[in-house]
């Protein structure tokens, strides 16, 4: 069964850090993009960060820029996003998601999805 699973979120004061994963059982991550995607209550989704599938390349939104970084380990099967300095405007319910390249993740084209996990940033 293909199955991504993120963990790592929770809440946070300001300006805090949490370090989210994305594991992936069934198949393996090797081939793809991974794209981390939130979505805040009545707000539209948001693309955050990509990463190519050796984990050479990679894209930030301008919100998080310089405040996240994303990286990847092919061995576990596993992406992760760390969250440095976050703010209350990070609130969200965090996705991974699979692309079948960087070009196609920092578009917002992905396949297999995860079932989000949140994070909420509140003093």
């Known amino acids: 069964q293909v199955q991504l699973v993120e963990s790592g979120g929770g809440s946070v004061q300001p300006g805090g850090s949490l370090r989210l994963s994305c594991a992936a059982s069934?198949?393996?991550?090797?081939?793809?993009?991974i794209g981390w995607i939130r979505q805040a209550p009545g707000k539209e989704r948001e693309g955050v960060s990509c990463?190519?599938?050796?984990?050479?390349?990679?894209y930030y939104a301008d919100s998080v820029k310089g405040r996240v970084t994303i990286s990847r380990d092919n061995y576990k099967n596993t992406v992760y996003l760390q969250m440095n300095s976050l703010k209350a405007e990070d609130t969200a319910v965090y996705y991974c998601?699979?692309?079948?390249?960087?070009?196609?993740?920092?578009?917002?084209?992905?396949?297999?999805w995860g079932q989000g996990t949140q994070v909420t940033v509140a003093s």
């Open positions: 998601a699979t692309s079948r390249s960087l070009r196609w993740c920092i578009g917002g084209q992905s396949e297999y």
């Open positions: 069934g198949f393996t991550l090797d081939y793809y993009s």
């Open positions: 990463i190519s599938s050796t984990g050479g390349r990679t």
